[in-house]
């Protein structure tokens, strides 16, 4: 399969976020920018070395890039995204961002999402034009009731239940205790798990993902600049960022429980020259904690209908063959889109490791107490929702 | 049916199947060049690209593909009706298969499963606008819901 020709040529050199709320107490613009500037600095560059913004959302919560070229003072901008595909969109914004600094447009591009999206949480009554008119009339307001059907089709395919989710929840929320950015840390029980209130079945609260008042920012540079830069780069290896689900999203693949992840891994695999088995570590789009396991099958990372079981067999975890979601995700960390996901991958793939685990900076003793560093990864997969965008991320050699 | 609930917004391609929904037929594009059923509604088939078509009514049979049951309302106009089930119905005699968003009335709750044979009600939603939703085909008579 012919490789892309900006593979391993970008890298992303910074990674910054703010504290991550329920009432945050500030505008979106100001957590923006808060975030940018630590991404900026992180890398070891300055506000007017960045010259391309790229943002999405899903309702327009968030700042534009016009905003955010005024509030860091930029002295150029080339390029400018903001795209309203959401969550499946993380991925494709870090990838959009490594072709544009490979196209030569830009020097350097900072990726941004910023939300209060707890305190000043916005659902737009009616919704949109179009596709609306196949979900408000029906009671489809929540994105549960959108996705739920993938993993109600894989519990009548497979017999996954509701406890099998609960080992996703379980699992994450064990990562969290280890992240001090982290919203939920306290332990959660399976059993406990097991009495949260159903919401949407196949999903109770504790399935749900949280909402979050927080901002993220990665900056990404070109892999030879990266070199000179503050931290080893971690390079882009492999990325896709398209969908081939059905127009009204209710199918991803050839069957109901499969998603668009199944017809993008082996194109993502494929152009890298990687397999499934060389993946270090996944973080997993999980809006609810039962699309970790379609995201788990869908990449090739447990054969179809076993993600549960590789979760019950511990294979998940930080010591396990195939970690998953490190942080926490959006199921206990933050509601950050995505991006929370790829700078978690960042993490773990540079030579200093995770920087807010119990862990003393740069010394890793593999303690489960305190340390979620995962051992020494070379490469690691992240997705955005329905593995509607995807990236491979490796540490540079 | 409870009052301020959403109202399907037709537009310009879609208005054919929700006029259908209100004369109580469940309406599709059938292509005349090639006779894939074409849904969502458009002007071209997405397999042959021909703007020409004919709304054919289909016979409003199906089966569930997969659900999730609400328990919880997120928007109140649907307070009053949880739990409730939005199913994904795959209708009969529709090729390649249309996959129909709407709600599925059973008597008991525990009776919605993947695979449960179903069959188009109409509700009215006033101001003559009406929509499919699904009953299981054993249930008996149609009745007005």
């Not at chain 2, 069959?119 to 054993?138: N, S, T, Y």
Request: net charge negative.
């Amino acid at each position: 399969m012919a490789r892309p020709a900006f593979q391993d040529r970008s890298a992303i050199t910074g990674i910054g976020w703010t504290e991550f709320s329920r009432d945050s107490g500030r505008t979106v613009l100001a957590l923006a920018t808060e975030a940018s500037l630590r991404a900026i600095d992180d890398a070891g560059l300055r506000a007017d070395d960045i010259d391309g913004l790229v943002t999405y959302f899903h309702n327009a919560d968030t700042a534009p890039p016009r905003a955010l070229v005024h509030a860091l003072g930029l002295r150029e901008c080339h390029f400018q995204l903001f795209n309203a595909l959401g969550g499946g969109w993380a991925c494709a914004a870090v990838g959009t961002a490594a072709m544009a600094v490979h196209a030569g447009v830009c020097r350097n591009v900072l990726i941004y999402r910023a939300m209060n999206g707890q305190s000043e949480h916005y659902a737009p009554p009616g919704g949109p034009p179009g596709e609306d008119q196949w979900r408000a009339p029906f009671g489809v307001s929540h994105a549960a009731a959108r996705f739920g059907p993938f993993v109600t089709a894989h519990m009548a395919r497979f017999g996954t239940t509701s406890a099998d989710l609960g080992l996703v929840t379980v699992t994450q929320r064990a990562h969290a205790a280890l992240n001090a950015k982290a919203m939920l840390t306290s332990p959660l029980t399976l059993e406990e798990h097991q009495r949260s209130p159903w919401l949407i079945w196949p999903f109770r609260r504790a399935d749900f993902c949280l909402r979050s008042d927080a901002a993220v920012a990665i900056v990404v540079s070109s892999a030879g600049r990266a070199r000179d830069l503050r931290h080893a780069p971690v390079l882009v290896t492999g990325f896709l960022g398209g969908t081939m689900s059905t127009a009204l999203g209710t199918q991803g693949a050839q069957h109901p429980w499969q998603l668009n992840a199944h017809l993008a891994a082996p194109h993502l695999y494929g152009r890298a020259g990687v397999r499934p088995e060389d993946v270090d570590f996944a973080e997993l789009y999980d809006p609810f904690s039962g699309m970790v396991l379609l995201h788990l099958e869908g990449f090739g990372l447990a054969a179809e209908g076993q993600a549960a079981a590789a979760f019950a067999a511990g294979r998940t975890r930080l010591d396990g063959d195939i970690p998953v979601n490190t942080h926490g995700g959006l199921l206990s960390e933050a509601y950050t889109h995505g991006l929370g996901h790829v700078i978690e991958a960042v993490q773990q793939l540079r030579p200093g490791g995770v920087t807010d685990d119990g862990c003393d900076s740069g010394e890793h003793d593999y303690d489960r107490a305190h340390c979620r560093q995962v051992r020494e990864p070379k490469l690691g997969l992240v997705c955005g929702e329905c593995g509607d965008s995807s990236l491979l991320l490796r540490a540079a050699a | 049916m409870s009052s301020g609930r959403p109202r399907p917004r037709a537009d310009r391609d879609t208005k054919p199947f929700w006029d259908g929904c209100a004369a109580r037929e469940l309406r599709v594009q059938r292509c005349a060049q090639c006779s894939a059923t074409r849904f969502p509604p458009g002007e071209f088939c997405p397999v042959c690209h021909s703007p020409q078509a004919r709304w054919v009514t289909l016979p409003g049979t199906g089966t569930v593909q997969s659900f999730v049951v609400v328990h919880r309302a997120f928007d109140p106009a649907f307070g009053a009706d949880v739990p409730y089930v939005v199913g994904l119905v795959r209708l009969d005699a529709t090729r390649p298969p249309v996959v129909l968003p709407g709600n599925v009335r059973c008597a008991d709750a525990g009776e919605i499963r993947v695979g449960l044979p179903v069959i188009a009600d109409f509700e009215d939603l006033g101001e003559g606008v009406a929509m499919a939703a699904f009953r299981p085909v054993d249930a008996g008579g149609a009745g007005e819901r």
